[in-house]
């Protein structure tokens, strides 16, 4: 089972770039790296998935290096609404490390300062 | 294309009540999961469910806890004789396949008084 380890929390100011870091060392050869924001009183929802090198989309990028063995989540010019808890998840397509299930670690609690 | 729904949004029970937390997954998934993320802590799963079947629930308490996902209807989240640890907001999600992306409702936030 792949372990993940991110800061706690971070803090930012509107219009800065914010990179989140993930560590999974023991990450397998068939895992992806999922992300999942949840802002206060509502359920996560899925940001982005790579597996390897670069993966962009509309809302952020995720940088992955050659070993794979962590991952950084890059939102570009953050706004207050970017306020939110970020988790990073090992594991299938569907980010699961065993049979369906996400397993959530405590992620990373980000402040948008104006 | 509705996402997945949950109801209620609130839910206030006294203890020693039943309290029963529903989930409509969006069209077209037929993959059910059950979350709970209690005060200030990260979410913990419960339940997986395909219709009318439990696939794994190693993540349930082993009283007073039941899920079904029935051939019609919404799946059900089901507490009996709830205590006051029972206080938390309970997440469902949804996914077509197995191996794909976990869709999540707005969660239910239960209250035992």
């Known amino acids: 089972l792949a372990k993940t380890t991110q800061p706690i929390s971070m803090d930012s100011y509107e219009g800065q770039e914010v990179n989140i870091t993930c560590s999974h060392n023991?990450?397998?050869?068939?895992?992806?790296i999922t992300w999942y924001q949840q802002f206060p009183s509502q359920g996560p929802r899925f940001i982005i998935q790579?597996?390897?090198t670069k993966v962009t989309n509309e809302v952020a990028s995720l940088f992955i290096p050659a070993d794979r063995k962590s991952s950084t989540l890059s939102l570009p010019r953050v706004s207050l609404s970017d306020t939110a808890v970020y988790y990073c998840l090992v594991g299938d397509r569907g980010g699961s490390s065993n049979t369906g299930k996400l397993i959530f670690g405590q992620g990373t609690t980000l402040q948008v300062k104006p | 294309n509705a996402g997945v729904m949950q109801n209620p949004r609130h839910l206030v029970r006294r203890r020693g009540q039943e309290a029963r937390l529903r989930c409509s997954p969006m069209?077209?998934?037929?993959?059910v999961y059950w979350y709970r993320q209690l005060p200030e802590e990260g979410l913990k799963f419960m339940v997986y469910l395909q219709k009318e079947n439990i696939i794994d629930e190693s993540g349930m308490p082993k009283e007073r806890f039941s899920a079904e996902f029935p051939k019609e209807g919404p799946s059900i989240l089901r507490i009996q004789q709830v205590v006051r640890g029972d206080s938390a907001a309970y997440f469902c999600a949804s996914s077509r396949q197995e191996v794909e992306t976990q869709y999540f409702g707005p969660g239910t936030r239960l209250l035992v008084l």
């Open positions: 790579g597996y390897k």
């Open positions: 069209k077209g998934h037929s993959h």
């Open positions: 023991n990450i397998a050869t068939n895992d992806y």
